[in-house]
């Protein structure tokens, strides 16, 4: 869950180093934060000398404190005071409360936080694991390169001008162009205006026409953690996904989301219908898929197989 943090307070009760840390969590977001305590790390000062958060005595916490609160931080270093605090917090009405290594008095636990403003990617536990939320946190810093976000702003930037010169199925490949091929690469290597050159020269070009195609899935045996990782990118790019009766229901939740779903009993038929009409359909059968049938080896448009595991492999 993401917090809408505009025109909104944070709050943090507590004024040492687990408090200090908490604000370091949440300084880049747009949100009014006030740090309650006695006494303050040096941090805090440093970041109040700079208007960044506000510090307040906790001798003098009111209710009004908490109004349109998004979360309040709980963060003595003592158990005891965390317990007397969160208590104090719920009861003048702060809404959402978190106290530091406390998930029993949790409203909202803190996950992980991979940062790459605007693209932020959160690893939770719910508690139960921090130290593997942090190794997976560590693994995901080395998937994304560390300008990742600048890209992503420039995108935004350009979302204006996509939306009105491109169709919604253009959009979808434009920005999977943009995000998995040259504009991509010349942004991570350093080139940021040869990567808005490139974007801009693309957009400019606009698309060709709309050409259908069929991607024949195997399911494989039917469990979800079994489809192959291809048969899963096609179900993401998919504008269409066509079945017989009886698919196993999970296996559709790989989809992408605003795909359409399509029930048939005569489903190679209605994909190459669909297909010719210029969507990309992923023909999704049970079991391994190992042969294409003949009317799609025959079909004149794009046809790609996609085997499944077979049922019982390994």
């Avoid at 303050?40 to 908490?66: K, M, Q, T, Y």
């Avoid at 066509?242 to 992408?256: F, K, Q, S």
């Amino acid at each position: 869950m993401f917090l809408a943090t505009t025109g909104r307070r944070i709050v943090i009760l507590g004024g040492g180093e687990q408090a200090a840390q908490k604000a370091r969590l949440v300084i880049r977001t747009d949100a009014e934060i006030v740090v309650a305590g006695l006494e303050f790390d040096e941090e805090l000062r440093a970041l109040a000398d700079e208007g960044r958060v506000r510090l307040v005595d906790a001798r003098e916490i009111r209710a009004e404190l908490f109004d349109n609160a998004a979360i309040t931080f709980v963060a003595t270093g003592s158990a005891g005071a965390d317990g007397a605090l969160h208590a104090l917090a719920k009861a003048m009405g702060a809404p959402v409360v978190n106290v530091v290594d406390r998930p029993a008095l949790c409203d909202a636990l803190t996950p992980s936080i991979v940062d790459r403003d605007p693209v932020v990617v959160a690893i939770g536990t719910e508690g139960t694991a921090p130290v593997l939320g942090r190794q997976i946190k560590t693994a995901v810093e080395t998937m994304l390169e560390p300008r990742l976000g600048a890209l992503a702003a420039l995108a935004g930037r350009m979302r204006g001008a996509v939306g009105q010169r491109l169709s919604a199925r253009a959009r979808r490949d434009f920005w999977v162009w943009v995000f998995s091929g040259p504009v991509r690469a010349a942004h991570a290597a350093g080139s940021e205006r040869r990567a808005a050159q490139l974007l801009k020269a693309r957009l400019e070009e606009g698309p060709g026409p709309a050409e259908g195609s069929v991607a024949y899935v195997g399911a494989g045996p039917g469990e979800v953690d079994l489809m192959s990782l291809r048969g899963v990118r096609r179900m993401q790019e998919a504008d269409l996904i066509v079945h017989a009766p009886g698919l196993a229901p999970g296996l559709l939740e790989l989809a992408r989301r605003d795909a359409e779903r399509l029930v048939s009993d005569d489903p190679i038929a209605a994909a190459l219908s669909a297909a010719g009409e210029g969507a990309r359909v992923v023909l999704l059968v049970p079991g391994a898929g190992e042969e294409l049938p003949g009317p799609l080896r025959e079909a004149a448009l794009t046809v790609e197989h996609v085997p499944g595991i077979r049922p019982g492999f390994g």
